[in-house]
């Protein structure tokens, strides 16, 4: 009764214009506060869409460095990137989660849900797309999984048999004080990631003259061990020809580690870009583009609504 009275003086305009300073700095500000944020999340969905709409796939064996598109299964990382992950709520296996626990709060403004705890996990996990794997690094990212859940319970933290019961809406009914949401990404879902993709080679393009320099510097670490490998005439010193041999023998190991780098596959790694989103989700790319254009339709939309309630308010407020 009191919030619909609060709402009732909005449309107003001699209540606007005689409402008390601080009451009206309230409801200005929140609906100030509402237009900003509508026009942010417009901006941010429709930068989201149009990257979608725009960078073609790639492979992750062909994919150039910078910002790239893949898509895919997923997969665990490998070890020990990566530990076996298990959602936090409902103990599922799974290689990404995020959930939020909300508590019922009913008052004299009204009844409703109050987040009280929420955590995503940031461990990596893995794309194949069939020519290549591609390490995924969630963090900082915008995740989007069809794999969805929501229950209610009595407890803050659920039991792994609360998981199972029937829905929130039922759960309310029964008086049940707590809504468990859990959002999961599991072994073998589709995968569409789109971010900062570059290559770690391990070093394997390192020249012979780099890698010679490098052990020569650590055998120089160990003077005494290197004296006693190369030094031909007993004196206890190294003359200039035994330095040329150590140099030689410095080349020969330097070709050699050049060659067990080669074997060594690249590690592809995803991150986000320093400027721009790092879209990670298990809906295929068409409709993840259509739901982020229609969030950009609806925050367009709140944002010409609050936009104009604004406006009224305070021209109502200050207005001639």
Same mark, same amino acid.
């Given at each position: 009764?009191?919030?619909?009275?609060? /709402?009732?003086?909005?449309?107003?305009?001699? %209540?606007?214009?005689?409402?008390?300073?601080?009451?009206?700095?309230?409801?200005?500000? *929140?609906?100030?506060?509402?237009?900003?944020?509508?026009?942010?999340?417009?901006?941010?969905?429709?930068?989201?869409?149009?990257?979608?709409?725009?960078?073609?796939?790639?492979?992750?064996?062909? #994919?150039?460095?910078? /910002?790239?598109?893949?898509?895919?299964? #997923?997969?665990?990382?490998?070890?020990?990137?990566?530990?076996?992950?298990?959602?936090?709520?409902?103990?599922?296996?799974?290689?990404?989660? =995020?959930?939020?626990?909300?508590?019922?709060?009913?008052?004299?403004?009204?009844?409703?849900?109050?987040?009280?705890?929420?955590?995503?996990?940031?461990?990596?996990? #893995?794309?194949?797309?069939?020519?290549?794997? %591609?390490?995924?690094?969630?963090?900082?990212?915008?995740?989007?999984?069809?794999?969805?859940?929501?229950?209610?319970?009595?407890?803050?933290?659920?039991?792994?048999?609360?998981?199972?019961?029937?829905?929130?809406?039922?759960?309310?009914?029964?008086?049940? &004080?707590?809504?468990?949401?859990?959002?999961?990404?599991?072994?073998?879902?589709?995968?569409?990631?789109?971010?900062?993709?570059?290559?770690?080679?391990?070093?394997? *393009?390192?020249?012979?003259?780099?890698?010679?320099?490098?052990?020569? &510097?650590?055998?120089?670490?160990?003077?005494?061990?290197?004296?006693?490998?190369?030094?031909?005439?007993?004196?206890?010193?190294?003359?200039?020809?035994?330095?040329?041999?150590?140099?030689?023998?410095?080349? &020969?190991?330097?070709?050699?580690?050049?060659? =067990? &780098?080669?074997?060594?596959?690249?590690?592809?790694?995803?991150?986000?870009?320093?400027?721009?989103?790092?879209?990670?989700?298990?809906?295929?790319?068409?409709?993840?583009?259509?739901?982020?254009?229609? =969030?950009?339709?609806?925050?367009?939309?709140?944002?010409?609504?609050?936009?104009?309630?604004?406006?009224?308010?305070?021209?109502?407020?200050?207005?001639?």
């Amino acid at each position: 009764m009191i919030l619909s009275t609060d /709402l009732a003086e909005l449309f107003c305009r001699d %209540c606007i214009a005689q409402q008390p300073a601080l009451k009206f700095a309230f409801w200005g500000g *929140l609906s100030l506060a509402g237009t900003l944020f509508s026009l942010w999340r417009t901006r941010t969905a429709f930068i989201h869409a149009r990257l979608i709409a725009d960078l073609p796939t790639s492979r992750v064996r062909s #994919a150039s460095q910078g /910002l790239a598109e893949l898509a895919g299964l #997923a997969r665990a990382a490998d070890a020990p990137l990566s530990a076996p992950l298990s959602a936090p709520l409902s103990g599922r296996p799974c290689l990404w989660w =995020r959930y939020r626990i909300e508590r019922y709060r009913s008052g004299r403004r009204g009844n409703s849900w109050v987040t009280v705890e929420k955590g995503a996990s940031e461990a990596p996990l #893995a794309l194949d797309d069939g020519s290549g794997h %591609c390490l995924i690094l969630p963090e900082g990212g915008e995740v989007h999984s069809h794999r969805v859940k929501r229950w209610t319970g009595q407890q803050r933290r659920p039991s792994t048999a609360d998981a199972t019961t029937g829905s929130s809406l039922l759960g309310t009914l029964l008086g049940q &004080r707590y809504r468990y949401t859990e959002e999961l990404i599991a072994d073998g879902d589709p995968l569409y990631v789109l971010g900062h993709f570059e290559t770690d080679d391990g070093g394997r *393009l390192a020249d012979v003259r780099s890698l010679q320099g490098d052990i020569l &510097r650590a055998w120089k670490q160990q003077y005494p061990a290197l004296v006693a490998d190369h030094d031909q005439d007993g004196d206890g010193a190294l003359d200039a020809a035994e330095w040329e041999a150590v140099r030689a023998a410095a080349r &020969r190991e330097a070709r050699a580690e050049q060659r =067990r &780098r080669g074997r060594q596959p690249a590690e592809h790694r995803l991150r986000k870009p320093d400027d721009l989103p790092l879209l990670i989700s298990t809906l295929p790319e068409s409709r993840l583009g259509r739901s982020l254009r229609w =969030r950009a339709l609806g925050f367009a939309v709140a944002f010409l609504v609050l936009g104009s309630l604004t406006a009224w308010l305070f021209g109502s407020r200050f207005g001639t």
